[in-house]
């Protein structure tokens, strides 16, 4: 039976390629989770499965309801979910609960003579499924009577590499999707129980990025490559000689391609809110001046116009200005709560010139209203408050 090694077998895929790209993914996260308390009320009302896909309207994802139900239970409660072969089976139950399928929540059975034969007749045996494969990614090269235990072993082995945190849970991820869809544990759905464990192991690793971007459209927008580097880092893994550094090259690429849309989505978001708080305002002051009016129709001639008489003051109509650029970075600082850096302000606000953050910092340090804290490239700022511990 194949064995697994998630203590080492990592550091083989950590090349420079792989560690640039990594670096690349940390950037965006660390950048958009300081963005996020701006809006995080407004992208909290967004629900991937539950919205059209903005950037491609006609993109109609083929997947049952029993899958967008699974989906957001992992959303929300992925941290008492485990990665154990039972809760696994679950969600193979529940996704073919209203088949009326008998093989929801059980293992595959032999899919034909050949999937039993002796390991002697492994090679013919991986050619014939294949061919039978539609997607051409894998061929069961672990038999029926075999994939229970294999599945246990995997889960085992990954879950403690996990709890060691010894490498990045980035390589850890792919790495287990292609041992789960090499194992092939069900007949049916192994596929989409692999895109919802994507999807489970990222919430459990902090990067909900599955929340806001729908993972699936953008492996669909590459599918062919998808499966052709799947298959790539499939061969001879029946020996455990396979390598996983092309699957997981795509996967990192696919995670900072999704990083990058929800990017858009943040700068979006913030721009409408923006957009709704001007027309508000708008509004309030057009409904203002109404009143004003109103209230000057409705005062009699002999007030106004009586001589020695007390003059009726028009109450002053409430100006609504639109935010100016350091009243902008201020919000942002208020908004954080924590240090903040020049790099994080421009981020933000990319319609911000440098010359004016730098300028709007000064003024704001010397004002007393926040405090500069280091030096150099690790210069930062927060709020000047009594109470704050940072200071």
């Not at 692999?194 to 459990?204: D, P, T, W, Y």
């Not at 455990?240 to 090259?249: E, H, Q, R, S, V």
């Not at 790099?343 to 704001?364: G, H």
Request: overall charge negative.
């Amino acid at each position: 039976m194949r064995v697994f090694d998630y203590l080492n077998a990592p550091c083989r895929l950590l090349t420079p390629e792989m560690v640039q790209m990594l670096s690349r993914i940390h950037e965006y996260h660390g950048r958009q989770e300081l963005m996020l308390k701006s809006c995080e009320q407004e992208l909290l009302k967004i629900h991937v499965k539950k919205r059209p896909e903005e950037e491609d309207p006609e993109y109609e994802p083929v997947r049952p309801a029993e899958y967008d139900d699974l989906y957001e239970m992992i959303s929300t409660n992925y941290q008492i979910i485990h990665l154990y072969p039972k809760d696994i089976l679950q969600f193979h139950r529940k996704l073919y609960a209203s088949s009326g399928r008998s093989f929801g929540g059980h293992y595959r059975e032999a899919f034909n003579k050949e999937d039993e034969r002796v390991s002697s007749d492994a090679s013919r045996s991986i050619d014939i499924e294949r061919k039978k494969s539609r997607k051409k990614n894998t061929g069961y090269v672990v038999r029926a009577a075999q994939v229970e235990d294999c599945l246990e072993s995997l889960c085992e082995e990954f879950n403690m590499a996990w709890e060691d945190d010894r490498h990045e849970k980035l390589l850890l991820i792919p790495m287990f999707i292609i041992d789960f869809i090499n194992i092939h544990p069900f007949d049916n759905g192994n596929e989409k129980i692999s895109r919802l464990l994507i999807h489970l192991m990222l919430c459990k690793a902090g990067y909900p990025l599955g929340n806001y971007i729908d993972l699936d459209q953008l492996i669909d927008k590459s599918v062919m490559t998808y499966y052709n580097v799947m298959e790539a880092s499939s061969e001879n893994w029946n020996e455990g000689n396979n390598d996983y550094t092309m699957f997981t090259a795509f996967f990192l690429s696919l995670i900072s391609r999704g990083y990058s849309r929800f990017e858009h989505l943040i700068h979006k978001t913030i721009e409408n809110r923006h957009a709704l708080e001007m027309k508000e305002a708008e509004r309030q002051k057009e409904q203002e001046q109404s009143e004003t009016i109103l209230q000057k129709q409705s005062i009699p001639e002999d007030i106004n116009n009586t001589e020695g008489g007390a003059v009726f003051e028009v109450p002053a109509v409430k100006k609504v200005r639109k935010l100016s650029k350091p009243d902008k970075i201020r919000q942002l600082i208020d908004a954080a709560g924590e240090k903040i850096t020049k790099k994080d302000i421009m981020a933000t606000f990319p319609d911000i010139s440098k010359v004016t953050v730098e300028r709007t910092l000064t003024d704001l340090v010397k004002s007393g209203y926040i405090i500069k804290v280091g030096g150099g490239p690790s210069t930062a700022y927060i709020k000047a408050e009594a109470d704050n511990p940072e200071i």
